[in-house]
T-cell receptor, first 112, second 113 residues
Framework: KAGVTQTPRYLIKTRGQQVTLSCSPISGHRSVSWYQQTPGQGLQFLFEYFSETQRNKGNFPGRFSGRQFSNSRSEMNVSTLELGDSALYLC???????????FGPGTRLLVL | AQSVTQLGSHVSVSEGALVLLRCNYSSSVPPYLFWYVQYPNQGLQLLLKYTSAATLVKGINGFEAEFKKSETSFHLTKPSAHMSDAAEYFCAVSEPPSNDMRFGAGTRLTVKP
């Protein structure tokens, strides 16, 4: 069974731009979560989706948003990028909320 | 809210020596606990998980961890380190049914030949 896939793997943007990251979960998994990983703050929970609904959100500004489609694929969007948004963004999928999460390889975003 | 503390940001062992990575957790409800490993430029790979069944949990690559409620600990061990074990290790806690997993700061394991 294929794992979690994330596209693109690397991205360079400039301040003020917006970006959309994509995540395809493991086949059959209906729940998707996003995490941000930075050297300073470590791994932080962004939000989780199940059945196209956001169930939970971490402590991030409204510039960070996401959505989930009927096929369970998910996207996250960051608007008005700031230098501090440079990070590795990890997507994880699980069968249902609360089940073990399996991570994708991440998208590395660099904001210049 | 749940949280995790990993003691030691960097651990160095010799090949063949015991690996011990420490993790203490805080949770208001019976938690689920996890150890993940991250190799450079990769995502997180699940090593093992505790979900309120057996307190001694065996994972992949010879790793195991013991859940000790009285000590609020979930330390990761491996009897004999291998060069390929060099990576960053993260302990994490969640309170199901939420997906909100709280991670420790990570421990970088170095294995010396």
């Amino acid at each position: 069974k294929a794992g979690v896939t994330q596209t693109p793997r690397y991205l360079i943007k400039t301040r003020g731009q917006q970006v959309t990251l994509s995540c395809s979960p493991i086949s059959g998994h209906r729940s998707v979560s996003w995490y941000q990983q930075t050297p300073g703050q470590g791994l932080q929970f962004l939000f989780e989706y199940f059945s196209e609904t956001q169930r939970n959100k971490g402590n991030f500004p409204g510039r960070f948003s996401g959505r989930q489609f009927s096929n369970s694929r998910s996207e996250m969007n960051v608007s008005t990028l700031e230098l501090g948004d440079s990070a590795l963004y990890l997507c994880a999928s699980n069968l249902n909320p609360g089940a073990t999460q399996y991570f994708g390889p991440g998208t590395r975003l660099l904001v210049l | 809210a749940q949280s995790v503390t990993q003691l030691g940001s960097h651990v160095s062992v010799s090949e063949g020596a015991l690996v011990l990575l420490r993790c203490n957790y805080s949770s208001s409800v019976p938690p689920y606990l996890f150890w993940y490993v991250q190799y450079p430029n990769q995502g997180l790979q699940l090593l093992l998980k505790y979900t309120s069944a057996a307190t001694l949990v065996k994972g992949i690559n010879g790793f195991e961890a013991e859940f000790k409620k009285s000590e609020t600990s979930f330390h990761l061990t491996k009897p004999s380190a291998h060069m390929s074990d060099a990576a960053e290790y993260f302990c994490a806690v969640s309170e199901p049914p939420s997906n909100d997993m709280r991670f420790g700061a990570g421990t970088r394991l170095t294995v010396k030949p």
